[in-house]
């Protein structure tokens, strides 16, 4: 275990210091772990595996574990505190081997009706005082997104939080941030 813990820690360490999409938002998702205290996160999306790496990294400090979503395979190799499910989060198969988290964090396609449907669904995975955590809110077009609306992500949110009473924070750097409260 003390390997782990200093394997994760420098690999936490240079990604926060390696300019990517999301890099600066890495230790607000150690801050939201650790304010939190939190068990268990859900990661949607993992692509190169560099915010799985922070969640990993502070749940490590909470005794927590992580379980992870992806169409595509395990960007790394396993660790003791992380489940990995390759499919599709919106497939019911998927989400019936998913427990209630303290973070449900969306990073996925970015499309306005794939967002939509993330929130409607995850939500109900939020446990009580938990938060849901998307990247991208700051992108006006993302890749493989249709032209409309602009800022899909954002546009989901606003919607979601308005139609359900609950709260959200902005972080518009690094491509942006929704922090979602009110669960």
Not at 45 to 62: D, E, F, P, Q
Not at 66 to 87: C, K, M, N, R, Y
Not at 103 to 118: C, G, L
Request: glycine share 8%.
């Amino acid at each position: 275990m003390g390997t782990q813990i200093m394997t994760l820690a420098d690999e936490y360490d240079r990604l926060c210091r390696t300019p990517s999409d999301i890099n600066e938002h890495l230790p607000t998702f150690l801050n939201l772990v650790l304010c939190l205290n939190a068990q268990h996160v859900i990661e949607l999306g993992t692509r190169s595996g560099v915010s799985t790496v922070a969640w990993l990294y502070g749940l490590l400090k909470t005794g927590g574990r992580l379980t992870s979503v992806d169409l595509d395979g395990e960007p790394f190799d396993a660790h003791d505190a992380w489940t990995f499910i390759q499919g599709d989060d919106l497939d019911p198969a998927v989400t019936v081997q998913l427990d209630p988290a303290d973070i449900v964090f969306i990073d996925t396609s970015h499309t306005y009706p794939q967002t939509v449907a993330e929130l409607n669904l995850y939500r109900w995975l939020v446990k009580p005082g938990g938060l849901i955590v998307c990247h991208d809110t700051e992108l006006a077009h993302p890749a493989d997104a249709p032209a409309r609306p602009a800022f899909p992500v954002k546009t989901a949110i606003e919607e979601f939080t308005e139609a359900n009473g609950y709260r959200w924070i902005n972080h518009p750097n690094c491509n942006g941030l929704g922090i979602i409260e009110g669960f």
